[in-house]
Structures are given as C-alpha cells and as structure tokens.
C-alpha cells in the first residue's frame, strides 16, 4: 500500500462472514485427516502409473511371441505385483489414518470432559461455600436474638435453661460453620451423603441418653449429646481413645443425684462429667484435670 497504492487499504472478506458460534466445532481428529488428505494422495494413481508402465513395456516386448503375450508380460509380473503393492499401501494408510483421528478424537473428548467436569466441580464449591456464608449470617442472627432472650429473663428460670441450651447449640453450627468455611479442602462437601449433620447426630443421641441408667446424663441429655458428639468429631484418635465413658452417678435414699463412690479412674483415662459438662483427665494421684474442649489439651488452672 504504497505509491499510488497509498492510502488504499486491503480488501475486506465480508462475503466469507464472521465465524458462526453455533456452528459445530471442528474436532481434532478431522483437523488431522483434513492435513493428512491434503499430502497423504500419491501425485500418479496406482492404477494409472500400472497402465503407463504396462504400455511403455508392450512397446519394447517381444518375448511372449505374439502381441498377447507380449502384453501379458508388460502387464504381469513385477508391474503388477507393484499395483497390489501401490493399492495394499493406500488401504493400509488409509488404516493408519482412521485410527491416527480416532485417537486424536478420543484424546480431544477426554480433555473436553475434563474441564466439563473440574467447571462443574467448581461452581459446586462455589455454591457449596456460597450456602455455608449464609447459613453463618443467619446463624449469628440467631443466636443474638436467643441472647437477647436470654438477657431478658430470670436466670435459672425454666425458660431461662431452655433459651441457654439453644444458645449452646448455636455457638457450636457457627463454629462447626466458620470451619468449613476456613477448611474448604476439610469440609464435609465430599461426605455429606455418608457423614450424618451435627444436628441429626446429637437428636438422635439425645434421644438414646434420655433413657440411660446414669441420671446425670438423662438430666441433661441433649447437652451431653452435643459435647460428646463435637468430641468424637474433633479429638484425634489417640485422645479418642482414651476415653472411658461417662462420669457414673447414681442417687442417694433421697433421691438426689450422687457420684458413684466406687468408681476409681485411671492415669491418662478421659471420662465426661454430665453434671459440670467438663471431659476430665485422671493424673497418677487420682485427681482429674479438665481437657480444653476446643484443643484437647490438659488445662491445669
């Protein structure tokens, strides 16, 4: 575009059209036959290079006897088993080919599988972390109106325990909430289908504790159903393991819930207290120490 061409500008392929993008993509296989087609066809056709080569022969040919047999031998022998060969090799690189594209194809749909499924994986997540935002806002909204409550009525109150209990539940969805959110890679979105919720787990342990022997632990069943749930969660297996059970009660001649005088601990062992609501630890001595509900940890003040 200079010269006398100068400020002409190139010719514009407005009849080729903008690129369709409903169209049908082109997969990678047919891409690879389309180049393969283009150079893989022989410049000279097997059959027609036979027939020139046969003809140039029957020229010169003179040892059948007879213009038959002349030709028989321009257009037998090594002419001919070369046109086998020549029509032997195209169906084989024809072969090829096919089998070339179906693997190019094949590779082509596993990718596009792939990133079909890491999107569809992806915006699960992000509905699935989208989802736990809202249950902690409205969880915390909860809670405020329950401490509200709380606040406004006489403590030790029927009510008053009714409205703390609730307030205990709550503290633990929002932490059980806020770990999640801060542990994606350790959240419950690969298990949800196999790992009961918190919630359905503790009613149900509730509901078995109302009826246990040990009248501690029916007096307040759904508050040791959650700290044991939370415990068999959290702890590792190694504090796991040594836990014991329940503090054992029973009651006097009047009715009154008592300790249970035989009962001895051992070192090490962990045993839950429904009564004080604390996991406690037994020392070499027989004393019990309190375990730190959130780190498992002995707390020695």
């Given at each position: ?137 409205q969880a915390k909204k909860d809670l405020a109106d329950l401490k509200r ?40 979105f690969r298990t949800d289908q196999v790992r ?106």
């Open positions: 575009m200079n010269g006398i061409m100068s400020g002409i500008e190139d010719r514009k392929n407005y009849s080729i059209g903008t690129e369709d993008p409903a169209a049908t993509p082109v997969s990678a296989g047919d891409r690879y036959k389309e180049i393969y087609d283009k150079y893989a066809q022989p410049t000279i056709d097997p059959l027609g290079k036979y027939l020139i080569q046969g003809s140039l022969q029957g020229f010169s040919e003179n040892r059948g006897g007879s213009t038959l047999g002349n030709l028989g031998l321009a257009f037998g022998g090594e002419n001919l088993n070369q046109l086998f060969s020549d029509i032997e090799g195209q169906r084989t690189s024809a072969r090829d080919m096919e089998l070339a594209k179906l693997g190019y194809d094949i590779e082509d749909e596993k990718a596009k599988e792939a990133i079909k499924r890491e999107d569809l994986l992806m915006n699960r997540k992000q509905t699935f972390q989208q989802d736990l935002l809202t249950q902690e806002m409550k709380f606040d406004a009525e006489q403590k030790g109150s029927e009510l008053a325990n009714k409205l703390e209990v609730e307030i205990l539940k709550g503290e633990n969805k929002i932490k059980e909430l806020q770990f999640k959110i801060d542990n994606p890679g350790a959240s419950e009961p919720a918190f919630e359905n787990v503790v009613t149900k342990r509730a509901e078995a504790f109302m009826q246990s022997k040990n009248p501690a632990v029916k007096q307040n069943p759904t508050l040791t159903a959650q700290n044991y749930t939370r415990f068999t969660r959290e702890a590792t297996p190694e504090i796991q393991s040594k836990f014991k059970g329940f503090k054992p009660y029973t009651r006097d001649q009047k009715g009154n819930i008592i300790e249970d005088p035989s009962f001895e601990g051992r070192p090490g062992e962990i045993i839950y207290d429904p009564i004080s609501m604390d996991f406690l630890v037994f020392d070499n001595t027989g004393n019990t120490y309190i375990l730190n509900p959130l780190t498992f940890e002995i707390d020695e003040n």
